[in-house]
């Protein structure tokens, strides 16, 4: 995970997204997912264009099954922007970068 993406889990979801006011961009992934390890360089370059403007964080689901369970993720790469902890744009499977681009700036508007 690159410094700055923010390695989100069950206990730390809330405070880090639903209450944390802003825009956030939740990336839940697997390990084994070959479309989540293609997705990650353009995730973590999202995190640093995006720095000081919307945080951008990753969700294992394994690890983290109820939070994924919460937002119904049942095909990953889930891809969510969320804007004062509610849920926005949301994508599956692999996307451009500029499509996520794009979604927080709107986001952000």
């Not at 690159?2 to 809330?14: K, M, Q, R, Y």
């Amino acid at each position: 995970m690159g410094e700055h993406t923010v390695e989100l889990t069950d206990a730390n979801f809330e405070a880090e997204v639903e209450s944390a006011g802003g825009v956030c961009l939740v990336d839940f992934w697997a390990e084994w997912c070959a479309p989540c390890k293609m997705m990650a360089p353009a995730i973590e370059e999202l995190a640093a264009d995006f720095a000081g403007k919307a945080k951008v964080g990753k969700l294992d689901c394994d690890a983290h099954r109820d939070t994924s369970a919460k937002y119904g993720v049942t095909a990953i790469p889930t891809l969510i922007v969320f804007k004062g902890g509610e849920v926005g744009q949301r994508f599956t499977g692999v996307t451009a970068k500029a499509a996520l681009a794009s979604a927080l700036e709107k986001a952000l508007g």
